[in-house]
């Protein structure tokens, strides 16, 4: 395997332990929870039906904000008693103070953001710690189906070209590119295909990557 700029690095056993998932948990959703430590203030960028901000509320006892714009699931995490502000992400993070939170979640939306390096660097002001998962464009199906000529359709990208939300999709090693270049230091990666963890070539098996990264203003802080 070529050797990246940025060391790829895979899951370490963190502070709060293990993951533990339960079946109304997601497996990577369990495992961004298990990054995340008791007690900490927690923003949850796109927490559609507010389930891991309930979890974590309930499991680690967090302060917990989450940012949602369709109706529908805005209620649902109302219902939920997690605390919802109804606001659309590409307008940007500027109600919130310079590193408000100790950790900042963006699950499964990076991909459907129209100015992807901006919501990264505000996800760094506002927190001491990012998380973010996206669909894997590498995993090996996609470049089947490219070579068939037709766009991949799978479990994480269901979606047909013509009606899809996902306008940048990205492999792992991409990621790891602009995180290098927006100087973020990549801490954790966990990969998935389905409810599985992939630790075997998680670029061409994996379906949906997951990583954690700290804030550039913790290096200048030290």
Not at 96 to 124: K, P
Not at 183 to 200: S, Y
């Amino acid at each position: 395997m070529i050797a990246r700029k940025t060391t790829r690095v895979r899951d370490q056993a963190s502070g709060s332990g293990e993951p533990v998932a339960p079946q109304h948990v997601r497996a990577d959703l369990a495992r961004i929870a298990s990054w995340i430590e008791p007690g900490s203030r927690v923003l949850d960028l796109g927490c559609a039906d507010g389930a891991l901000l309930a979890y974590l509320h309930k499991t680690k006892q967090v302060t917990g904000v989450g940012v949602e714009l369709d109706d529908k699931q805005v209620i649902a995490a109302v219902r939920r008693g997690v605390c919802v502000i109804q606001q659309n992400l590409e307008d940007g993070l500027a109600l919130f103070d310079d590193q408000q939170f100790d950790t900042v979640v963006l699950s499964r939306t990076l991909q459907s953001m129209h100015n992807t390096e901006h919501i990264l660097r505000e996800m760094a002001r506002v927190a001491r710690y990012g998380i973010v998962s996206f669909p894997n464009f590498g995993y090996w199906p996609h470049g089947w189906s490219i070579l068939r000529g037709r766009m991949p359709v799978t479990g994480e990208m269901p979606f047909q070209w013509f009606d899809t939300p996902n306008i940048h999709l990205c492999t792992l090693s991409d990621f790891e590119d602009l995180a290098l270049a927006l100087q973020l230091r990549i801490t954790h990666l966990a990969t998935f295909n389905g409810k599985k963890e992939v630790k075997l070539l998680p670029g061409w098996r994996s379906t949906l990557a997951v990583y954690r990264f700290e804030s550039p203003r913790l290096s200048e802080e030290a």
